[in-house]
């Protein structure tokens, strides 16, 4: 079956400016979910979609940071303005069910603020 | 809340040789527990996951994991390392179908 993709593989932009990411989980996952991976730390958490309602979006600093899931399938990660601690991977990942396991990654977003 | 402390930043091994990565979690309530690894430029690829089966579990490319509920511990090891082995490693706890909440990482180089 076809992974999880994601678009662009690497994006440089200044501060301040805006951006986006997008995701395409495997057909049929239900849940999706955006994690940012900061250099040498493990990923992080930001939101999970549940279709297209959000089941968690507690790390997700929504001062600046959007995302959405229209008809319950692919996904945008924006953020607005952004900040030089934004620099991070940004990972997408499905799974068919809620739970935990099950997980598919994709091979993420390099986002570099200057 | 859920949590996960790998003990080693950086392991260095020869290859053939075993491989041992600590994990110590920290959880309310019954854990599932996983290791994942990402090699560079790569997406995050599962190796192994426990989920209140056997607590010795068997991953791919040689790995096992023994969960120790006495020890709140999740170490990772294989008998013999390969130069292919050579990634990052994380390890993962969940709770109660809540999100995955991740270790900070440990790399593995292999050498000669």
């Known amino acids: 079956e076809a992974g999880v993709a994601q678009s662009p593989r690497y994006k440089i932009i200044e501060k301040r400016q805006s951006v986006a990411f997008w995701c395409n989980p495997i057909?049929?996952?239900?849940?999706l979910y955006w994690y940012q991976q900061i250099l040498g730390q493990g990923p992080k958490l930001l939101i999970q979609?549940?279709?297209?309602?959000?089941?968690?979006d507690s790390q997700l600093p929504k001062d600046r940071f959007s995302a959405e899931r229209l008809k319950g399938v692919d996904s945008t990660l924006k953020i607005q303005p952004a900040k030089l601690e934004d620099s991070a991977v940004y990972l997408c990942?499905?799974?068919?069910?809620?739970?935990?396991?099950?997980?598919?990654f994709g091979s993420g977003t390099r986002l570099t603020v200057v | 809340a859920q949590s996960v402390t790998q003990l080693d930043s950086h392991v260095s091994v020869s290859e053939g040789t075993p491989v041992l990565l600590r994990c110590n979690y920290s959880?309310?309530?019954?854990?599932?527990l996983f290791w994942y690894v990402q090699h560079p430029n790569k997406g995050l690829q599962l190796l192994l996951k426990y989920t209140s089966a056997a607590t010795l579990v068997k991953g791919i490319n040689g790995f096992e994991a023994e969960f120790k509920k006495s020890e709140t511990s999740f170490h990772l090891t294989k008998p013999s390392a390969h130069m292919s082995d050579a990634a990052e490693y994380f390890c993962v706890v969940s709770v109660q179908n809540q999100k995955l909440v991740f270790g900070q990482g440990t790399r593995l180089t292999i050498n000669p």
């Open positions: 959880s309310s309530y019954s854990p599932s």
């Open positions: 990942a499905s799974s068919a069910r809620v739970q935990g396991f099950g997980y598919t």
């Open positions: 979609f549940q279709n297209n309602g959000v089941v968690d």
């Open positions: 057909s049929g996952h239900a849940t």
